[in-house]
């Protein structure tokens, strides 16, 4: 079953940058051009939602909350999708997933929680605080 390792997570203060990186799993060498790829969030106590989301034709999406801010790009040699964070937040502290939807339809431009290819990875946890 198709899963992701997050990864570059850590602790930053606000206004800090950080690059999260979202690489298939050692047992599913799957190209992920061939899917859409998005990033998730989970703050503590509260639902998880999208972030960004990149189509298979490059084509980037975001939440208001991310627009300006994160840059969501694919790196075809390493066959990662990397989500760079600027301007961090308190608020953006929580933990990060990545996760495969359908290369087509409605689930990468509206970042869908749901509807998910494959199951969720361990996240990587970011926290900004002074």
């Known amino acids: 079953q198709l899963q992701f390792v997050e990864s570059g997570g850590g602790l930053v203060q606000p206004g800090g940058s950080l690059t999260l990186s979202c690489a298939a799993s050692?047992?599913?060498?799957?190209?992920?051009?061939?899917?859409?790829i998005s990033w998730f969030r989970q703050a503590p106590g509260k639902a998880t939602e999208g972030v960004a989301c990149?189509?298979?034709?490059?084509?980037?999406y975001y939440k208001e909350f991310a627009e300006g801010r994160f840059t969501i790009s694919r790196d075809k040699a390493k066959n990662t999708v990397n989500l760079q964070m600027n301007s961090l937040k308190p608020e953006d502290t929580g933990i990060y997933y990545c996760?495969?939807?359908?290369?087509?339809?409605?689930?990468?431009?509206?970042?869908?929680?749901?509807?998910?290819?494959?199951?969720w990875g361990q996240g990587t946890q970011v926290t900004v605080s002074s």
């Open positions: 996760a495969a939807g359908p290369g087509v339809g409605m689930w990468c431009p509206s970042i869908r929680v749901a509807g998910i290819i494959g199951s």
């Open positions: 050692e047992f599913h060498m799957d190209d992920l051009d061939e899917y859409s």
């Open positions: 990149i189509g298979t034709d490059r084509t980037q």
